[in-house]
């Protein structure tokens, strides 16, 4: 999947960014890919949860926030475009 100048191979759970490679945890590829296949749309904090944590009330709703902000830290690098929006009261997008 390319996005931008993100990179990501599903299969290998490769992902670069301007061709640098970015080591993810399993929860952030999980994250990255959630938002990349609803690229355009606004996903919820509670879609996130289910998509990728297969939501229990063991889990808080703010572990997809502290998630996200672990990817931005990582794919939104300064000088680069900034992928991930914030929805403020809702969730998250990732741009076209």
Do not use: P
């Not at 992902?15 to 970015?22: F, N, Q």
């Not at 296949?37 to 904090?45: F, L, P, T, Y």
């Not at 572990?63 to 990582?74: I, N, P, S, T």
């Amino acid at each position: 999947m390319l996005l931008s100048d993100l990179y990501i191979d599903k299969k290998t759970r490769l992902v670069k960014r301007a061709g640098k490679v970015i080591q993810l945890s399993h929860k952030e590829f999980d994250l990255l890919v959630c938002l990349i296949q609803n690229k355009g749309k606004v996903v919820s904090r509670q879609d996130i949860l289910k998509q990728v944590w297969q939501y229990s009330e063991e889990i808080g709703s703010r572990v997809a926030d502290v998630y996200v902000g672990y990817l931005r830290k990582k794919i939104d690098v300064k000088g680069r475009k900034k992928l991930i929006q914030s929805i403020r009261g809702f969730g998250y997008s990732i741009k076209k």
